[in-house]
């Protein structure tokens, strides 16, 4: 496959200011007629993407031709003129659409997916986001099977046609990329709603989904409301069009997709009652639809230049999205829940062979770069500027970039320039953020000077990454502040910005012995080495007055006892004192559930493997138990306690409710591991009582890893009642995919052949397979049959679904990290991945760099 580069970007030769479309639909056949106004830019051939494209009818200004070629499925014209009309007629098979990319079929509905390239999949087109066109749309379909007709902005005109047939015709006024394109046909169902804009205007607000879901979009309605609003207030951002609709389908290679004026979701995403949804799925709810409504500022109005600047939307829009989140719950809690997930995935992608800067250089398929690094290191760079600049220059500057550059095509650099202009701030430095590829790593140490000022040593360095050598540094804004250990007093908090590889910074003047929090807030994205005792950790874990640096404290010093653990078989005084911090945030009744709940969870299996050398999966699972077990024991009445908790009261979705909630699960887990007498039997009758998911499934999650006759009533009760909802029965197959039981691998083959299973429906393909694939230590059991396993399911779903398939591939790409013999058996699936003929190319890119 062609690898395609950022530096050979060029403006389009032409562009298309006007489009009109009419679909005739069907499932098994559909007409797709395109009506392009083209305007010459350069003096070059028309080229019009296409995949999977045969031309039945091409015509110029009016006339039929045979002039055209196809070339690597583009349809190339060459035209005397500067400005002409090009009309095309294609027919499509979206029944057979198994990608889920372009016009698919999805259950009874019709839908499109266009983000990156799936435009060319419909029509011939300049399917490139620099071209931004104003779109007609008019749908026909058979109104019994299509009653609704759905696409981009206002519906300008519908009615019905002869045999049994209907249109709609729908006008979208704001030029846009053909990836924003989408158009949906179907049987559906509207919860139907409005929104009146600061300016006064009302927005008539639908979210379309199956009849029986309808009663399951309320949460996903009132985040909509809430988002708009909070876009007004915090960004002076307002909605712009008329309507605004969302679509959940059950086929979706993603989240969601933010098409202008028509969000097309994953119904994972929008449906939720508290019988069948946890409430962290609540909260995912709200999160994706305000992510996607962000859209339609960060990355609709202004959009991205080219693929390269894919962070420049989606880095802002999951920093806005983590700022909407923060503000509706406990921005303490919500700050750890994002650098978890940070760490669980974009710090082992940068340290591993798919490595790649926020703004790549090239790339053979785009869509293996919707990657953590886009979206979360890039959300964590606009939050570095956000600290660097505070709150209301930082919103002069995005002020000055939306004003600047609305109606356009942007950059990150003008991202970067904008924010330099409005916030009155020099980037220069900053920009190599961009650019880099790794994490740093910053060591710490604090010095003491005669006079009784404290200084801290500070070195940096950003590991080499592929392509990329040598590394410079960057400049790294770290919040720190020092205690007085003797009075339990901050001294001061300073913003200090490490921007050279070494330097020493004065903290002020602190007679006795100090206490150092850094990276408070977790400011910066990096990896620290701070030189602290386990007693210093341990007074962080009691005093620090930063929620997030005093979580980092108790997981420090988790950490520090199972990496000990593993190495050496002890855990030193760190694992007394981790059972000590946690038994104190337990005794505090200052603390709120949800945080204490956050800071008791043990660090991933995989996180503590990113600590080591060389990672050893069953020794750093019997460690994880070992402490597990310890600190349930230690606290036993306290976690019973906190298990029953209000275990009674009926169902809130509040703050407080919530937080009782996880902690109930956590504690659960605790007592669980502590082989507490009546244990099992405590979690089947939470299983058995809950009036809501959350309580169900942490009941479950904790018994699954279990041998107690318990686990098995729980797993076939939980079928019984939920296996006619697809997303329920999703989650029953991931736990048992994620479970530490040594038969989980012979369970999750069983699993595969279930009547329930399949590989073309992305969500349940992702929990079994991808749940398998995270799961540490069952892929990584001795022998290398899990490995082989996941590559066999890998290579059968790529001949469906090659973008989901690509996504599964990163747990065996990680086997520089393994021993010998792991290394070589995962490498060896991968060597066989890359023999199979046919792979696509998003397979083939993912394989091939995880190999090299
Ligand atoms: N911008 C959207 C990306 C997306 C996508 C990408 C590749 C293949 C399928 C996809 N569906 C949606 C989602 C978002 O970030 O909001
Ligand atoms: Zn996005």
Redesign the pocket.
Known sequence: PKTIRREDYRQPDWIVPDVALDFDLGAERTVVRARLEVRRQAPAPLVLDGDGLVPVAVRVDGQATEAWRLDGGALVLDLPGDAHVVETEVALSPQTNTQL?GLYASGGLLCT?C??E?FRRITFFPDRPDVLSRYRVRLVADKARYPVLLSNGDLVGSGDLDDGRHFAEWHDPFPKPSYLFAAVAGDLAERRDSFTTASGRTVQLGIWTRAEDRPRTAHAMESLKLSMAWDERVYGREYDLGIFNIVAVND???????NKGLNIFNTRYILADPDEATDSDYDGIAAVVA??YF?NWS?NRVTCRDWFQLSL??GF?VFRDQGFSADLGSPAVRRIEDVRALRATQFPEDAGPLAHPVRPESYMEI?NF?TATI?NKGAELIRMIHTLVGPGRFRQGSDLYFERHDGEAATCEDFVVAMEVGAQVDLTAFRRWYGQAGTPRVEARIARVEDGTVSLALRQSTPPTPGQPDKSPVPIPLRTALFDRASGARLAEQLVLLEDAEATVALGRAPGDVALSINRGFSAPIVLVADRATDELAFLAAHDDDPFARYEAVQGLMLEALVDRVASGDAGGAADAAVDAVGAMLADPALDDAFVAEAALLPSESFIGDQMLVVEPLAIHDAREWLRARIGRAHLAAWRERQERGANQPFAYTPEAKGRRRLRGVALAYLLAARDTDAAARALDQFQRADNMTDRFSALSALVGSDAAERETALDAFRVRHGGSPLVLDKWFGVQAGSSRSDTLETVVRLSRDPDFTLANPNRARALIGGFGANQLALHDDGGAGYRFLADQILQLDRLNP?TAARLVPPLGRWRRFGEARAAAMRAQLERMLRTPGLSRDLYEQVFRSID
């Not at 979706?252 to 933010?258: C, H, L």
């Open positions: 990319m997916q983000e990156a799936g979706f290679n993603f989240g969601a997709m933010e992510h996607e859209h990355g939307k989606e829009t869509s919707y979206y973008q």
